[in-house]
């Protein structure tokens, strides 16, 4: 009877268990939606705070240009050598220009280069925000009649949606050089052909696609970043800032992964209606 007592007892604690984390997960899918509605309500709202924008802008996008770099053309050398291996068991190895860039383009550049970046920048949102949090300049501002969506929380969002697209289409180019230079280098490739099969194999529709992508992961980036900045406890100090720096990076990670799934259906889906 006590083993049997026991072991409903572990079996209750992993059930409550499961049920907090599930309604911790709901409560902050709802913060998150409401900051979502209020950071929407206040784009539109004078007055726009442009100085902030630009700092925010070249945050983003000249702060993160080395990371762009060296991802895009990592990835661009490791996919050429993978195609080619492969490719080649099918007497394809011509194909190889075509294919990288068209899955840089649609689908690896946009994700990867949006995962990376949200260690980067999502991280780095979330640190400064929640140090504001813990030394109560946040609350200093709601003081002084400041809203901090408008003045934090906009600029940052703005900032993510523009850049991501731009550091994208960087980092598509350099994997395509580097993919090309790896090609070109190991396996003997003529580089014009190259060049020629992946001009042939990209189309307005697959960027606007990866526009899209991007535009869509920068704002959750920028979402996801302010909120769990805005919601460190103060009480909790520095351990507190260091946790939610860490949650954003992986919170981030697993949604831009849910989004490109929602997003790829659906591209898939108009294209079978139209």
Partial sequence: MRMMSGAKRLILNFLLAIG???????????????????????????????????????????????????????TGMLAAVAVYYQ????????????????????????????????????????AELGSMRVTEQIDAMEAMAVNPVKYLVVPRFIACTIMLPLLTV???LLAIIG??????????M???????????AIYVKDLLVGLL????????????????????NPARGAEGVGNATTGSAVTSFMVIL???????QAIHGVARVG
């Fill in 213 to 232: 992508k991007s535009a869509c992961f920068g704002m959750v980036i920028a979402l996801i970043g302010c909120y769990k900045g805005l919601s460190v």
């Fill in 170 to 172: 960087f980092a598509d």
């Fill in 179 to 188: 993919g090309l230079g790896t090609s070109v280098l190991l396996f003997g």
């Fill in 87 to 126: 490719m080649r068991r099918f007497a394809a190895e011509g194909l190889m220009g075509s294919f990288i860039a068209l899955a840089m383009v649609k689908e690896l550049g946009p994700i990867l280069t949006a995962i990376v970046l949200s260690g980067r920048i999502g991280a780095s949102i979330t």
């Fill in 190 to 200: 003529n580089s014009r052909f190259f060049l020629s099969q992946a001009e042939n």
């Fill in 258 to 264: 849910m989004v490109d799934f929602v997003l790829d």
């Fill in 20 to 74: 907090r984390k599930i309604s911790d997960i709901l409560i902050g899918l709802g913060s998150a939606s409401r900051l979502l509605a209020s950071t929407v309500r206040y784009l539109f709202k004078p007055p726009f705070e442009f100085s902030l924008l630009v700092d925010q802008l070249h945050n983003v996008g000249v702060g993160s240009l080395s990371v762009v770099i060296v991802t895009g053309i990592v």
